[in-house]
């Protein structure tokens, strides 16, 4: 794929994704009308079940601040069905209008820093265990299971006094 059509991709893929929002929002609305009406969370269940991995979280947040509905506890129920049925909580079709479910999700900077980085822990954690006299060879086999190459592997800082007895010396 060259840059030009790259680049026309990914201006697809913006308008895709403000269109899947946008449906969405309509959705979630009129699930929480329905839930207002009848007292039935199921559409908001179904709705919820087919949102994909990024979209959960945001769209929960927004779906428990604005509409009759709690995080499901039931064990045995929960996957299924996120949400229940709260009668005391009143429904904010309004509110939920105005701030859409996505704007319940961290914005860039926040997604930025929240993003795991294995291998930057694993280092992390090397240079620590290295650092307080870790064996070399246990470095080198923790840190292939983050498919850290062995010549990464911080040495290990010994003290004077085990340098001194690795090699027969004494400290002076």
Known sequence: MNIKELNKAIDALGKTNQKVE?????LGLACMAHCEQHG?????????????????????????????????????TKESQPVVYDKTKATDIAGATEKQWFMFADDKPTAIAKAFDFQQAMMSLLKKAAANGVDHTKLVAVAALAD????????????????AKAVGEGVV
């Open 148 to 163: 850290i190459a062995p010549e990464k592997v911080p040495a290990t800082v010994t003290t004077g006094e085990a340098a």
């Open 40 to 76: 039935d969370t199921m559409p908001m269940n179904r709705l919820m079940n087919v949102l994909r991995r990024t979209q959960h979280q945001a769209f929960m947040e927004w779906a428990l601040a604005y509409g009759k509905f709690i995080k499901n506890a039931d064990k045995a």
């Open 22 to 26: 946008q449906t969405i929002q309509e």
